[in-house]
């Protein structure tokens, strides 16, 4: 028996006016998911607890069973295992944007012209850096998609209680770090961070990538700006938490940081670029064989709806939940326990995620089918599984599985 929980993120929204108070995932044409809600048991899920704005991260944390305000110290350590990054408990991770800054330093680009092209050698440049007086901090820096890198602090007494450098407007220099909590750890991450985005300054100005786009026209990449530090947590692994050999199908580099930092295999695909444009005929081939592979558990998030609210998108999120439902066909089997489900609602009135629950429904061999004949997030509410939190799931599909262990004679 295997246990497959299948995340839309962002799908749950609220009622629209536009659509005569019907929700996105209402008024999307989905018979594939009203299939699995027909043949499954529905609820509701608070993915923390009741109003509760949740993450991506967070909320992906709490499904899978960990209390997220335990091991959420930051999205750097996320970030940083997404790109592939082999983080340690106690390093210190940021998210890094390649900026431009002028010869006052004042970033003029906080996207360095959207760069797309030469990052990894800019990364390996910065990968080399040392910093004088601190020789004990190694400094590991890896490029992300476009504009975007990670950044890793490794070595004795460093702390995560840190500010950022992104200044987040142009036509200012990069704020000064602080420790926020005054400790000696915190205070030597902020003085060796603000001497890395000085020194990244010096050392890239004059980058053969650097000479070559400003040659082009194009703005140079010429310093970094580090944010959302987070001590790297310690996390159980996934296996050795529940006994199942699990796998992990993203999109974002979060979401697989998050498949990398509890011990499961990530399975990259091609054209799972994120977003409303990527690739789902792709994702449907790698879930169909991670399904015939010989895993116990797989997770698996797309991205696109989570996007289109953001965007305020309407008519795009409408229509890449009916492209999602189309791929959902052929994907489920016999022996399977499929849960269906969102990480948060992100409604396009609010174009940021709120604590709204969001619909879940679970097929499998021997669950209480439930009235529910459609997925959304009012018919769902009605149906057996009533109101559950994010940090129910496993146990519940572990408990179908028959895999839980009995509390008591
Ligand atoms: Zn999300
Ligand atoms: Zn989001």
Redesign the pocket.
């Known amino acids: 028996m295997k246990g497959v929980i299948m995340?839309i993120?962002?799908m749950a929204d609220r009622p629209l006016e536009k659509l005569s108070g019907r929700t996105p995932l209402e008024a999307a044409s989905t018979p594939n998911m009203d299939r699995i809600a027909e043949s499954g048991i529905n609820g509701i899920m608070d993915p923390i607890k009741p109003g509760v704005r949740?993450?991506?991260?967070t909320?992906?944390i709490s499904i899978l069973g960990y209390d997220p305000y335990r091991v959420y110290t930051g999205r750097g350590p996320f970030e940083a295992a997404g790109v592939g990054l082999d983080v340690k408990p106690g390093d210190i991770a940021f998210r890094c944007n390649f900026a431009t800054a002028d010869d006052d330093m004042i970033i003029t680009d906080r996207r360095a012209g959207r760069i797309r092209s030469g990052t990894s050698s800019i990364a390996r440049t910065i990968n080399s850096m040392t910093i004088e007086g601190f020789e004990d901090v190694e400094i590991i820096f890896r490029e992300s998609t476009g504009h975007r890198a990670v950044l890793v602090l490794r070595g004795p007494g460093l702390g995560d209680r840190v500010s950022d450098a992104d200044p987040k407007v142009e036509g200012k220099p990069p704020k000064k770090i602080k420790a926020l909590d005054g400790s000696p750890e915190s205070r030597k991450t902020a003085e060796v961070l603000n001497r890395i985005v000085k020194e990244s300054y010096e050392i890239l100005r004059d980058h053969p990538v650097n000479t070559g786009r400003i040659e082009r026209g194009e703005a140079p990449a010429n310093i970094i700006l580090p944010r959302g530090a987070g001590a790297v947590p310690h996390i159980e692994k996934f296996q050795d938490r529940y006994g199942l050999k699990a796998a992990c199908i993203a999109e974002t580099g979060l979401?697989k940081g998050i498949g990398h930092l509890t011990g499961m295999d990530v399975i990259d695909v091609e054209g799972a670029t994120g977003g409303i444009d990527t690739d789902l005929e792709s994702i449907k081939n790698a879930i169909s064989s991670a399904i015939a592979a010989d895993y116990d558990f797989l997770l698996i998030?797309i991205?696109g709806a989570?996007e289109a609210g953001h965007d305020g998108d309407l008519e795009g999120k409408v229509r890449f939940i009916e492209r999602v439902d189309s791929i959902l066909g052929d994907v489920m089997g016999d022996d399977i326990y499929f849960i269906l489900t969102?990480?948060?609602s992100?409604p396009v009135s609010v174009m940021d995620?709120t604590g709204d629950p969001v619909p879940i429904a679970i097929t499998g061999p021997e669950v209480r089918v439930d009235d529910v004949k459609s997925f959304s997030e009012r018919a769902a509410a009605a149906g057996g599984l009533c109101r559950i939190r994010g940090s129910d799931v496993m146990d519940i599909l572990l408990d179908l599985m028959n895999k839980k262990e009995k509390f008591g004679a």
């Open positions: 995340i993120d962002g949740a993450g991506s991260d909320s992906h979401i998030n991205d989570d969102a990480d948060h992100t995620h």
